[in-house]
């Protein structure tokens, strides 16, 4: 409790016994120290504010850590302790008794999915202390491995996957439909579609671009991409400890915006989306930004249906799309306009979504969880998916597909299809096959 503006450390009043006179009879009665707590102001014996001291005075904001007041409500939300030993509740009163948290394992294992924040009463942040402390670590060179090659290949190649930014746009080849490239054919257009590296890159991400190619083509979208120009966003590496390179970043994205003529910015990337509204204008750059399910559910009823699907489809919330951003209902639109498809929903949906492990950097951090986690997030989502009855897993968000593909085999749940959105529209439309 603050005395005259300052922290008053707590004194024990805990002891090995005490003697307490009965109110009724006037008796001295000697309790033993599990007892006599209820009679004098109980305190954690074991506390230091130090380590709290030490995580306010980094650059950054990690001091609602200490506001924590140890009402338990963010444990069971929290997917990190579903697998493990989490929550901000253990870390804080990991911190108070004395741990590092800038050299705990506990620092990589945060998602940064926002379901804690959600439901906290002190507004214990967890989206500022762990970005915070990480790049507090990073920068004392305690990251693990497989981040800080990401790191090295986002500063070198502008994607997390260090692919070679000439081929950027080579998925457009197989689209079955030209693809505006602004960088050869300039001009005005109405939608930049900011594809971002897994969409780009990734063998699963291509298909869904594909499909997104050939909706946003048939609906009659005026759209165009960057191709070699584009570089990631970066927000999950902001998240996972590298401000300047996202700052690097930042300056790069916008200066390459700033040679085109464009209304909005559509991208498949919950990550990429976030920075947009969130981050981009704190540093003076605003768009106007939509999620491709934004930009297409309003256009939905302008599709030419060709085949039902008759498929029963469970829908994964993404925790950038969904608790950060608030949109639930874009996704859910679409996927209840595809003829066929039996929408059913997990129980932990929208604002109590489970995540999929990939954000804040746990996209690159699998390696490193295995140590301290019992499944992977994906797994357990799997296993969710599977317990609703669905044939399939939808997604939207670029992560997710080769996340959950993965944790399908490594559960034993091949018969589980794993779908972006766009996929099951452009089946429904007969462009693609569904497998
Ligand atoms: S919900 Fe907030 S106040 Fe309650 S235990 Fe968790 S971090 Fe602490
Ligand atoms: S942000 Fe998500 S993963 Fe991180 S502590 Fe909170 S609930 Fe757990």
Redesign the pocket.
């Known amino acids: 409790m603050p005395v005259g503006g300052k922290k008053q450390d707590p004194i024990a009043h805990e002891k090995e016994s005490a003697t307490v006179a009965s109110p009724i009879s006037g008796r001295e009665v000697e309790l033993p120290a599990m007892w006599n707590r209820m009679f004098e102001p109980r305190v954690l014996s074991n506390h230091s504010p130090d380590r709290f001291a030490e995580l306010a005075a980094l650059p950054g904001n990690a001091d609602s850590l200490e506001w924590c007041y140890g009402c338990g409500k963010?444990v069971p939300?929290?997917?990190?302790?579903s697998v493990g030993e989490?929550?901000?509740r253990k870390?804080h009163r990991k911190v108070q008794t004395g741990i590092d948290l800038m050299s705990d394992p506990d620092l990589w294992?945060?998602?940064?999915?926002?379901?804690?924040?959600r439901v906290c009463p002190k507004e214990v942040d967890?989206?500022q202390i762990?970005p915070t402390v990480r790049a507090a670590a990073v920068a004392d060179g305690k990251v693990p491995v497989e981040l800080q090659d990401v790191f090295e290949k986002t500063f070198r190649y502008g994607n997390a996957l260090g692919e070679n930014p000439r081929r950027r746009a080579q998925w457009t080849r197989d689209a079955g439909v030209p693809v505006r490239i602004l960088g050869s054919e300039p001009g005005p257009v109405d939608v930049l579609f900011y594809v971002e590296d897994y969409w780009s890159y990734h063998p699963r991400g291509v298909e869904a671009a594909r499909a997104f190619a050939r909706i946003a083509t048939a609906l009659g979208v005026d759209w165009a991409i960057l191709g070699p120009e584009e570089k990631t966003l970066g927000d999950s590496q902001r998240l996972a400890g590298e401000p300047g390179l996202f700052d690097a970043l930042v300056e790069d994205v916008t200066t390459t915006l700033a040679k085109y003529e464009f209304q909005r910015i559509v991208t498949p990337d919950p990550h990429g989306f976030n920075a947009l509204v969130k981050e981009y204008p704190k540093r003076g750059f605003t768009y106007d930004v939509l999620h491709y399910t934004q930009l297409l559910s309003p256009l939905i009823e302008n599709i030419t249906w060709a085949k039902p699907l008759d498929l029963k489809v469970t829908f994964h919330d993404p925790c950038y799309l969904g608790r950060h951003n608030g949109e639930y209902d874009a996704p859910r639109v679409l996927l209840s306009a595809i003829p066929g498809i039996d929408l059913v929903e997990m129980g932990r949906c929208k604002e109590n979504g489970y995540?999929c492990g990939g954000g804040?950097g746990g996209m690159w951090l699998d390696g490193f969880t295995r140590d301290y986690t019992s499944e992977r997030l994906s797994e357990r989502r799997v296993r969710e998916a599977v317990e609703s009855g669905a044939d399939v897993l939808a997604v939207c968000c670029p992560y997710e597909v080769s996340r959950f593909e993965d944790a399908a085999k490594s559960t034993g749940n091949s018969q589980l299809q794993v779908r972006d959105i766009v996929e099951l529209i452009d089946a429904a439309m007969a462009h693609e096959p569904t497998a």
């Open positions: 963010c939300v929290c997917p990190v302790d989490y929550g901000p870390i294992l945060c998602t940064t999915c926002m379901n804690c924040l967890m989206i762990m995540c804040g």
